[in-house]
């Protein structure tokens, strides 16, 4: 298993290609060699890849917005060439209702999975805590997970939003073993009521067991781990170095 920096936790740094650089630069120095391309506010593929390789990272994979995988495929297609990575990601998607809602959703999916896998690429769904409500019963991602193709879609396991949504990361990792090539690493913290702490913290300063996620992930065939911090209390890039390290110092990846 690879380490990542997810650029999200770094967004508001992003707005130029100056500040991109600089942005990718600094996670470079703190020792990450990829990045997860997510939330920059200034994109632009040709630089943003000049950038990576004159700082030697790679790419894990990306969050791309559904409206532009679905219906820009081909130059999203040649981005993700660009960058060397299969993995096409969609950062956020609405909660689904019902069946019906799911099925629509699917057939777009499906529509974009067989174009990006006719291309030898995959997409990848991100959750957050919504798509663990049930509709009848069942988990809205499991749903999503038995009805579309495992060869052709898989999941960005978010573990913070699975714990956040009262499910086990070790057990929801086994559940969708083979089908999360890219995890997402971040920590949660019991917080007071009034305190401005985030709930969301470094790795090491929450309460998630990540010795045995991190054994989980490798047993599931877990190719990435990005870390990301939504929010930060403080410097991000001190959050993405203090994650970086307590891994480094205390995971077998």
Known sequence: MKLAAQMFTVREFTASEKEVAETVRRIRKIGYDAVQISGLKHYEPKSLKKILDENGMTVCATHTPFDRILNDTEAVIDEHRLFGTKYVGIGWYERQKSFEECDRTLKNFAAAADKL?????????????????????????????????????????????????????????????????????????????????????????????????????????????????????????????????????????
């Not at 879609?153 to 086994?174: H, N, T």
């Not at 990540?210 to 959050?239: L, N, T």
Request: hydrophobic share 35%; proline share 3%.
């Open 117 to 253: 896998a006719a291309a030898g690429m995959k997409l990848l769904y991100h959750n957050h805590e919504h798509e663990f409500i049930k509709i009848d019963g069942v988990r809205t991602l499991d749903y999503i997970r038995d009805n579309t193709d495992p060869d052709k879609f898989g999941f960005i396991a978010d573990l913070y939003w699975v714990q956040f949504a009262g499910e086990s990361p070790l057990r929801f990792i086994k559940e969708y073993a083979g089908r999360i090539p890219v995890v997402h690493f971040k920590d949660m913290r019991a917080v007071e009521r009034d305190s401005k702490l985030t709930r969301i913290s470094e790795i090491g300063n929450g309460n998630m067991d990540y010795v045995s996620v991190c054994d989980a992930c490798k047993s599931a065939g877990v190719e990435w781990a990005a870390i990301e911090q939504d929010f930060c209390d403080g410097d991000p890039f001190e959050s993405l170095k203090e994650s970086y390290e307590y891994v480094k110092n205390n995971l077998t990846l």
